[in-house]
């Protein structure tokens, strides 16, 4: 990568151009002068649009380095410059202290980025492609000190609008583009974006018991049949018993109208009334004043079907700001917010504005951190975002911002749909699952117990897209599969649920390995003693695989007695003996399949992964002679010595292997050489450690194929297993 042209910033001549213009509403007037480094990217109009003929080059743009933040916060003078500082100092990121990052700076980088693109219909109408229309400038620091952050032209110096920035008023919301936002989806998106992810509340029971705010009579009402609604989705706080609500002594008189009026309602309650009024609407479901919550809630319509409630509102409002049920809605009340835009004029009739996707300020938020809203946002069909002083729209199709024009029914994808978690369900089942789960264990809970029942509205979803039952949040039709999850952070137990479930430990886990091959039969044991095989032919349709060969096998250990309290997995495996090597590590983690699904149709993932991603490391395992023979992520530390021998639970087999698994492999003295393409090159194996007969699961690790000979004693052993 090429380095700055400019030595600390000093002496620096300015470009030969140098002008001055009307500057924007709010912004002070400066005179227009690119450093020789900023020059050197030839910034110009017709770079940020792609031409027909030349989507297949939108991002082959080399990355272009830009200097030492150091050098660049000197550079006062140019206003590309300007725009990165601006960048850096919005969403800094920790520095080591006594650091040379910290007396020097990151280096800052700018690369091209394909952005807005078209939809359109192929020949035969039925596959959709996404045609590249414009770009915009990536912006990110090495070492990552600060957020990546975007410019973009603004619209009014394109030949088009569309993808490009817009200037927001700076003293109101414009509410009818809001409206037009939803409009726009219900009208052109079809029954992707508005056919419920559950069943129609008509079918659940005619929804009888469903109660609403009516926002023009101000008070609590049962649901008119087939009436339309939006949902409200907020933190209650840790002051939730300043918050007001429905009681069994209050609810008659909130029926009456405008008794909502004399209440002392929450800031962001408040706000969302005076919000669905300005859209045009009428009723809003919110939990605190629609469930009454000093009764058994939990033989209510509203707690037994709030998935539901949510997957049928035509909108879904999202507090993502603040901490608490007074955080309120910036932008719906007069001077609730600042509106703030970066735009700097970088050369002739060429203004660009800083920006940064929704995804990531909503990432940072403490409402994207709880687990229970998880599925509020994940079933909507529609969600209005509240977060960081700007309003974003998003379906399952597209996003909308305040600040980016995008309101077009042609407008498919941008940039600023990266990373929105409502795609998922467009994919593959299999990856519908992998990716809901790896989204939601990167929340918390305040009670850890909670763990299935705030995912139960998504498992429903999933159960039926799968066509099959859920056992402790995994898919029975694919469990050969889904027992294959890894955390690159070190987990924590959770109590009370089993270790071979992802429920069982606290943590975001996720899944790096292709579908396997297995020769299990599976069953399942319930607490009262009563055993149920998984049926293999559902396993085996899965995917149209068919059981691999058993690797060999010593006599087969007499069956253990079932204890009755515990859930089990019960089945026949073999399983061998290795050591783990501390000195044999590895710390390259490819993206996941959740980070390139959300990703699509971006030809660079930008999809960022939990901030946690370096915290374990895959750690080596060697045989009886000494051999590397494969690698294990643990899912905490050990409370046996490394130096233990440990026993493994022979899984699956894998028809892939890693660049680094075959490498290893091919030091190995043994003739085990092109593992790459050959079936079962690769074991999946289940490191455990042994409670009163019953196996826990401590880690998922993979062994090369002829590491089995290599076990130390007492060698492969073939087991009835009871796995809890």
Known sequence: MPASNDKNG????PAPFCLTKQPIAGHEEKPLALCNTCRAL???VEKFLVSLGDEGQVNNDQSRQLGSLFDIRRKTFCPFCRLVVKAAARSPLPIPPNSSIEKQG????????????????????????????TRRIHLYSEPKAFGDAYLVLLADDAPSPLFFGRIMPRDATDFPLLRQWSSLCERCHGLVCNEPLTPKLAEINGSRGLRLVDVEQLCVVSAPPGCRYLALSYLWGPNARS???????????????????????SRTISDAIVLVTKLGERY????????IINSKVENSFEAIHVDAIYANACLTIIAGTGTDHNAGLPGVQSDSRIVQQEIEECGFNLRLMLTYLAEDYLRSSEWNKRGWTFQERLLSKRCLLFVNGRIYFQCRQTTFSEDIVGESKEAGWSLDSTGMPSRIFRGPPSLQYISAVQLYTQRKLTLESDILRAFEGVANVLERHMETSFLYGLPESMLDYALLWESTQQL??????PSWSWAGWVGEVQWNVPPPRTWIAWYKQYANGSIISIPQEIL???GGLTPAPLPSSANLIPRLPFPPALPLLHFRANTAYFCIDTHDTSTDFEPSQLQRSLSFPSQVPTTQTSTSLQFNHRLGLKGANGTWCGTILLNSNLTEPVQKVHEFIVLSSSPSVTAEEQARCEQVEDGEMELAGKPGAVYNVLMVEWKNSIAIRVGLGRICRNALSRSFEPGVTRKDILLG
């Open 10 to 13: 000093e002496g620096i001549e």
């Open 42 to 44: 030839n910034l110009t």
């Open 106 to 133: 990151p280096m800052c980088y700018v690369r091209w980025l394909i952005d807005g693109q078209q939809q359109d219909r192929t020949k035969n109408h039925k596959e959709l492609e996404y045609l590249a229309r």
């Open 243 to 265: 918050h007001f609500r429905a009681t069994t002594e209050n609810i008659d008189i909130l029926g009456v109208p405008y008794s909502l009026a004399k209440a002392e309602l």
């Open 284 to 291: 809003l479901w919110v939990d605190s004043l629609c469930l």
């Open 492 to 497: 924590r137990r959770r109590p009370n649920f």
């Open 540 to 542: 085996v349709a899965n």
